[in-house]
């Protein structure tokens, strides 16, 4: 199956730091998507990006699908982003299990006031 | 609002009792996943379903089970809770049609814990 590697696995910044998150998936993908786990543990959904680069207001993404990877950057970081920060990866919506999103193991982020 | 509602949001319960958690969505979806997660580690899938009367095992072996007997609604269920059950289990949802998006949307999660 397609393994999902995420780094850094932990990560500490001052609030107002910038940061980049890394996702290297070892097959092509349909499907990726970049959540964010809050400390109640609910997974809020940041970007679908299967290619391409999207922004939402402080935080934008990357997926060079060609590549494998994809990127999560976080300017301007604020104490409430803190959290664990999950890539997850499918090869799409078709018959069987290829459609099941993969999970990396996480980045934990902890912005320092 | 389209949305997906997880019931109890916290469960402590004796070992050996039976135990159902619900899901239920009104985004209008016809996938439908349970995951378990413990603290600190990844999501792992245990069931999904395409549809009504659809289940299917995920890629954790679970002794859970699930049934699907309306679209809107996907519960679990453990009929004898052990500790090693204790995690949190994360409903989530999707549409299911090839060549579309299938992004998939969360619920907040149950954190269950077997005394």
């Known amino acids: 199956g397609i393994q999902v590697e995420q780094s850094p696995p932990d990560l500490i910044l001052q609030e107002g730091a910038n940061s980049t998150l890394r996702c290297n998936f070892s097959d092509s993908v349909n499907n990726l998507q970049w959540f964010h786990q809050n400390p109640w543990g609910q997974l809020i959904n940041l970007f679908y990006i299967p290619s391409g680069t999207k922004q939402n207001g402080r935080l934008s993404a990357t997926t060079v699908a060609t590549e494998r990877y994809s990127l999560l950057y976080i300017s301007s970081s604020q104490t409430t982003d803190s959290g664990v920060y999950f890539c997850a990866v499918s090869r799409g919506n078709y018959g069987g299990s290829q459609g099941n999103l993969i999970f990396g193991k996480g980045t934990k982020l902890s912005v320092k006031p | 609002e389209a949305d997906i509602y997880q019931t109890p949001r916290y469960l402590v319960i004796g070992t050996g009792k039976k135990i159902t958690l619900e899901c239920s969505q009104t985004?209008?979806?016809?996938?439908m996943y349970w995951y378990q997660q413990d603290p600190g580690m990844e999501l792992h899938l245990i069931h999904y379903s395409y549809g009504v009367n659809s289940t299917e095992k995920g890629d954790l072996s679970s002794e859970s089970t699930v049934s699907r007997i309306r679209t809107e609604h996907f519960p679990l269920t453990l009929e004898s809770a052990r500790p090693s059950h204790t995690s949190q289990y994360l409903c989530?949802?999707?549409?299911?049609?090839?060549?579309?998006?299938?992004?998939?949307?969360f619920g907040p999660g149950t954190r269950l814990t077997v005394l």
């Open positions: 989530a949802s999707s549409e299911y049609i090839p060549d579309r998006n299938n992004e998939q949307f």
């Open positions: 985004m209008g979806h016809d996938k």
